[in-house]
Each structure stands twice: as structure tokens, then as C-alpha cells.
């Protein structure tokens, strides 16, 4: 059984940062992809931002063109912790956040963290 559990989400001002963390736990292959994605009221889930363990060619990353120099994606495999450093944040940021991991062929989600950005 895989574990996700999210952390740091808040509301905070146009312009200001949060961090967002999610460690995972349980049956976990070490080559894996860790990942952000989010949904607004009304909208579908969307990808922000995703990670690959860096197991077996080197670490990469891919964002959505919306957070693009805005949000940086990070891990530690040593915690199984993906990070998201979310800067310049606007209101249409605003979304419940959700950890994901992918792993063996399964996609594994989070709770689920709000983020709240007020103009």
C-alpha cells in the first residue's frame, strides 16, 4: 500500500510563495515519477509540474507553460519527498493541489492540499 501525505498549502497574497511537500510511503520501486497536479472549481485536474526519480537517465522535469519560472519542482529519494517552491503566485493559482506518484504502472494521488492566492 502506497502513502501520500501533502503539506503547505495556504492562502497568501498575489506575489508571495508557498512550498508545497508530499512524502510517500509504503511499497514504493525506486524508479518512479513524482508529481504536481491541481484543479480549480469547475475545471479539470491539470498537470503542473512532474519529476522522474533520475534512477535511470538523469533527473528531468516538465511544467505546465503556466507556472513556467515560476514553480520549481525538486525531490529528495533519500525521504521518497517531492517539494513544488511555488513564487510570483497569482490568483489564478488558486486550486487544491495534489501529490502523485507513479510507479510500476500505477498512479498513486494524494488528499489534496488548497491553495488559495487572494488579488
Do not use: H
Request: charged share 15%; hydrophobic share 35%; with cysteine.
Amino acid at each position: 500500500q502506497v502513502q501520500l501525505v501533502e503539506s503547505g498549502g495556504g492562502l497568501v497574497q498575489a506575489g508571495g510563495s508557498l512550498r508545497l511537500s508530499c512524502t510517500a510511503s509504503g511499497s514504493i520501486f525506486r524508479i518512479n515519477v513524482l508529481g504536481w497536479y491541481r484543479q480549480a472549481p469547475g475545471k479539470q485536474r491539470e498537470l503542473v509540474a512532474r519529476i522522474t526519480s533520475g534512477l535511470t537517465s538523469g533527473l528531468s522535469t516538465n511544467y505546465a507553460d503556466s507556472v513556467k519560472g515560476r514553480f520549481t519542482i525538486s525531490r529528495d529519494n533519500a525521504k521518497n519527498t517531492v517539494y513544488l517552491q511555488m513564487n510570483s503566485l497569482k490568483p489564478e493559482d488558486t486550486a487544491v493541489y495534489y501529490c502523485n506518484l507513479w510507479t510500476a504502472g500505477t498512479d498513486y494521488w494524494g488528499q489534496g492540499t488548497q491553495v488559495t492566492v487572494s488579488s
